[in-house]
């Protein structure tokens, strides 16, 4: 079940131009769905302060695509959504480093993908 915390969370996300609505309409439903998720995220804890920033440039231009800010308590259900749009970008030894940032409090740049098929530059933060 959807907690009205998550909920305002994910609202907001989608006010502030985070993320799409179909995006926030998916995070939603997967929240709700509860399905066991492919690869497990965990913060350190639901009063952590920590967020994970995924943001995707592109590398001829600069310019961002994508600067996406998500909170760790909402980081399960954001990261196996974007997986379905990671495929082939991010590989599962960086997921598995991910996850292990995330465990152990990590901060700082964790992955940084240079897609040189689709010319894009793809860094994920723990802020």
């Known amino acids: ?31 709700k769905e509860k399905t066991v998720p492919r690869r497990k995220f965990r913060s350190s804890g639901p009063g952590d302060p920590r967020s994970l920033r995924v943001r995707v440039n592109d590398s001829i231009s600069g310019k961002i695509k994508v600067n996406v800010v998500l909170p760790m308590a909402l980081v399960d259900a954001g990261l196996n959504i974007a997986s379905n749009f990671a495929d082939g970008i991010i590989s599962s030894d960086q997921g598995e480093q991910l996850a292990a940032a995330i465990r152990e409090g990590r901060t700082g740049k964790i992955i940084e993908v240079l897609d040189s098929e689709d010319g894009e530059h793809v860094e994920v933060f723990i802020e």
């Open 1 to 31: 079940m959807v907690t009205s915390e998550e909920r305002m969370k994910v609202l907001q996300m989608i006010e502030e131009g985070k993320i799409s609505v179909e995006d926030g309409e998916k995070l939603l439903a997967t929240l």
